[in-house]
Nanobody, 122 residues
Framework: VQLQASGGGLVQAGGSLRLSCAAFGGAFSRYVMGWFRQAPEKEREFVSVIGWSDGTTYYTESVKGRFTISRDNAKKTLYLQMTSLKPEDTAVYYC????????????????WGKGTQVTVSS
């Protein structure tokens, strides 16, 4: 499966953005989908993940209550609604997929899209 993320941009602190990740090829509905991010000079970190069937979701603590992950299997698209953005949310955001069980570990994801830059100004 090929993944293409979009929706990043420059936003002021407190603002909102919605990221999208379109999937091409593969059985999208059978993939666990996730978002990860990487800030300059930092390691890639888990943001959120959603299961393929029951909508199970997990979030990293720092985004709970502010970010919402969702998926539209008919459109083969993954979303990340981000609200109350903070400067520390600034990073390149990547979508990823795996046909295996739900996971928060980047190393367990098999497919990655090119990232989309999110910059939050103070």
């Amino acid at each position: 499966v090929q993944l293409q993320a979009s929706g990043g941009g420059l936003v002021q602190a407190g603002g909102s953005l919605r990221l999208s990740c379109a999937a091409f090829g593969g059985a999208f509905s059978r993939y666990v989908m996730g978002w990860f991010r990487q800030a300059p000079e930092k390691e890639r970190e888990f943001v959120s993940v959603i299961g393929w069937s029951d909508g199970t979701t997990y979030y990293t603590e720092s985004v709970k209550g502010r970010f919402t992950i969702s998926r539209d299997n008919a459109k083969k698209t993954l979303y990340l609604q981000m609200t109350s953005l903070k400067p520390e949310d600034t990073a390149v955001y990547y979508c990823a997929a795996t046909p295996r069980g739900i996971t928060t570990q980047a190393g367990n994801m098999e497919y990655w899209g090119k990232g989309t830059q999110v910059t939050v100004s103070s």
